[in-house]
């Protein structure tokens, strides 16, 4: 039973893992895809997730979240994927 309870934590642990590299890759795509920040401001971000990367990913995602949802989603709400979409399909 024992080796079990060491596969669901090994599991577990790599699960989180992986979960906390696709947050920080897309915390750098965004750093990179905002063109409101300049090029100092973009390489103090880096370097503070190069070197606190935890803390810098949840002060990044407080404080630039919402800017981060409305870059991902192409708008506020996805309102302009949604147009570019009826636009695409004819408005079905």
Request: proline fraction near 1%; glycine fraction near 12%.
């Amino acid at each position: 039973m024992e080796g079990f309870w060491n596969l669901f934590w090994w599991f577990f642990w790599a699960f989180a893992f992986v979960a906390y590299l696709i947050v920080l890759f897309s915390i750098l795509v965004d750093i990179f895809r905002d063109h409101t920040l300049n090029g100092w401001l973009k390489a103090v971000w880096i370097l503070f997730l190069v070197f606190v990367p935890f803390i810098t990913g949840l002060v990044y995602i407080i404080a630039r979240g919402e800017g981060m949802a409305e870059r991902m989603g192409g708008g506020s709400g996805g309102q302009a994927l949604h147009t570019a979409q009826d636009d695409y399909y004819g408005n079905r």
